[in-house]
């Protein structure tokens, strides 16, 4: 099992950029697939970006392909979402997720831990 708290939320106008980490806690951080969630008020959480436990493999939701970057630090048991170019439909809480196994990575239900995520707002 391990422990997620994500961090490096904020709000950032049109075009900018943000970057949020998630950290994890215990040593099994590197055997876990990674991925990070959103959800708007009033919607479902949808998937953003998964990343593999070597980091060698990467998906995205097309919404955000192009604009944001999903990467790892085993090392520091963190993975990072880079977000670029931003739109006000990008605004969400943003949840960081982890799984075990091989399975859908878009699908929430595949996570087993979860962060408690962390808000980013983009102005127009």
């Known amino acids: 099992q391990v422990q997620l708290v994500e961090s490096g939320g904020g709000l950032v106008e049109a075009g900018g950029s943000l970057r949020i980490s998630c950290a994890a806690s215990g040593r099994t951080f590197s055997t876990y697939t990674m991925g990070w969630f959103r959800q708007a008020p009033g919607k479902e959480r949808d998937f953003v970006a998964a990343?593999?436990?070597?980091?060698?493999?990467?998906s995205y939701a097309d919404s955000v392909k192009g604009r944001f970057t999903i990467s790892r630090d085993n090392a520091k048991n963190t993975v990072y979402l880079q977000m670029n170019s931003l739109k006000p439909v990008d605004t969400a809480v943003y949840y960081c997720?982890?799984?075990?196994?091989?399975?859908?990575?878009?699908?929430?239900?595949?996570?087993?831990?979860w962060g408690q995520g962390t808000q980013v707002t983009v102005s127009s």
């Open positions: 990343i593999s436990w070597s980091g060698g493999g990467t």
């Open positions: 997720a982890a799984a075990r196994g091989v399975g859908p990575l878009q699908f929430a239900s595949y996570y087993s831990n």
